[in-house]
């Protein structure tokens, strides 16, 4: 083999050589060209003609009716950038901003909101929610003792479910299930004001085909070792399903949301125990995925029951978690024969630091 010598003179002479610097490959994403849906909502704005109470309707039908022609693969990211170069040439010839996101659904979609006692929210969460292309927004209060009724009753539109004992979110999210039809149900707590960009994306998934759209907040978590006993005991549950890719995602968590088809697959009334409605449509072949994330985690309102090691809230989730596991191992000889986790690898994976 030839010595290898120095490749320059200043290399020779002991001098310092500066590193070349390649010039960066373009790899940029090639975005869809959005001028046609400009021009589009151009002529859109042109044809308004009707008072500012009806500026939103307007631009969202209008939307709604050139999106058909969107390709059938196109992501929801790329859908929502088209919808915002419609609204933008809207805006230039109407002279008008429409406050709406521009998401273009193919089916009809609801959106269900448990509280109690969120006077101090609600209203924000009724505005946001009002931004989205939803036929219906169920309102379900139960064991409210502010003046959370009369903030929603400020909203036209609205069904509301009005429960004066207190039953708690998931029962909550059962009632409103029933109370609309629509295809897609998308749901949220009255106490989280989450922006309607970020909720979105879980209409999208139920609408292009997925049954379950959960809120991923797996990435959120600490390492397993340094986990609660919830998050555990979520994860321990998708593994035991075999659906370990979706971690400690889990229907315990908002926002998320689910088909119609999923809804009457697992009975509405399942949706009082979350862990178990999700095991049943993992259990039936359901369309189940984690598609988007939003941080409820840290946005969450602290209250007495949900504070503290062993408290009221995670007991229930513990509880309803293991009511999912015992009903899916009474369902089918198919899980007892099923490979669960060996009493090394659980023990392995409580001792990873």
């Not at 001098?15 to 021009?39: A, E, G, I, Y």
């Not at 009716?65 to 196109?74: G, S």
């Not at 555990?232 to 926002?255: C, E, Q, W």
């Not at 072949?285 to 946005?299: E, T």
């Amino acid at each position: 083999m030839a010595a290898t010598g120095p490749r320059s003179r200043k290399q020779a002479e002991g001098k310092r050589v500066p590193r070349t610097r390649h010039p960066r490959r373009n790899v940029r994403k090639v975005m869809p060209d959005l001028r046609p849906f400009w021009r589009a909502g151009q002529l859109a704005g042109k044809q308004f003609r009707g008072d500012t109470d009806n500026l939103n309707k307007h631009a969202s039908d209008a939307w709604q009716v050139h999106a058909a022609n969107l390709p059938e693969q196109i992501s929801c990211e790329d859908t929502l950038q088209a919808g915002r170069a419609f609204i933008q040439g809207y805006v230039k010839s109407s002279g008008h901003v429409p406050d709406i996101v521009p998401l273009p659904l193919r089916h009809v979609a609801a959106a269900v909101v448990c509280a109690c006692n969120e006077e101090r929210t609600l209203d924000q969460v009724l505005v946001q929610l009002g931004r989205l292309p939803l036929r219906d927004i169920v309102v379900v209060l139960n064991g409210t003792t502010d003046n959370s009724l009369g903030h929603v009753l400020q909203h036209p539109g609205i069904t509301l479910v009005y429960e004066p004992e207190r039953a708690g979110h998931d029962v909550g999210r059962a009632l409103g299930a029933k109370m609309t039809e629509a295809e897609t149900v998308l749901f949220v707590d009255g106490d989280m004001v989450i922006p309607a960009e970020h909720l979105a994306p879980f209409l999208f998934a139920i609408d292009r085909g997925q049954d379950v759209a959960l809120n991923d907040l797996t990435s959120l978590l600490p390492p397993f070792s340094k986990q609660d006993e919830v998050s555990r005991i979520k994860a321990y549950l998708n593994h035991t399903l075999g659906r370990r890719d979706l971690g400690s995602n889990s229907m315990t968590a908002v926002p998320h949301a689910l088909s119609r088809r999923m809804i009457q697959a697992v009975k509405p009334a399942s949706l009082a125990v979350p862990p178990k409605a999700q095991m049943l449509a993992i259990q039936q072949g359901l369309k189940v995925s984690a598609p988007c994330q939003v941080d409820v985690i840290r946005s969450n309102r602290l209250r007495a029951g949900n504070t503290g090691s062993g408290n009221d809230v995670a007991r229930l989730i513990l509880g309803d978690h293991l009511e999912a596991l015992a009903a899916w191992i009474g369902m089918s000889e198919y899980a007892l024969r099923t490979n669960l986790p060996s009493r090394a690898e659980v023990a392995y994976r409580r001792n990873v630091r």
